[in-house]
């Protein structure tokens, strides 16, 4: 698991957003809405999906990942 995600407070807000909406499939959700904007060519929002979808998969694990400060 990549450990660094580059994500805003929007970001956050819609990964938790789709994690109370799909619950354990949050992450196919934010995986399909990254490849429909690639797919109309729009680089920006799916490396934003791409983001949250890897934010969704730190927010998923029951330990702490990386470190504590």
């Keep these: ?6 994500v805003d407070r929007a970001g956050l807000d819609q990964a938790r957003e789709l994690m109370t909406l799909f619950g354990d499939h949050a992450m196919i959700e934010a995986a399909n809405r990254a490849e429909s904007s690639r797919a109309v060519g729009n680089v920006i929002h799916f490396c934003r999906w791409r983001q949250i979808e890897r934010a969704i998969e730190l927010l998923s694990v029951p330990h702490v990942v990386g470190t504590v400060h």
Excluded: I, P
């Design 1 to 6: 698991m990549d450990h660094y995600v580059h």
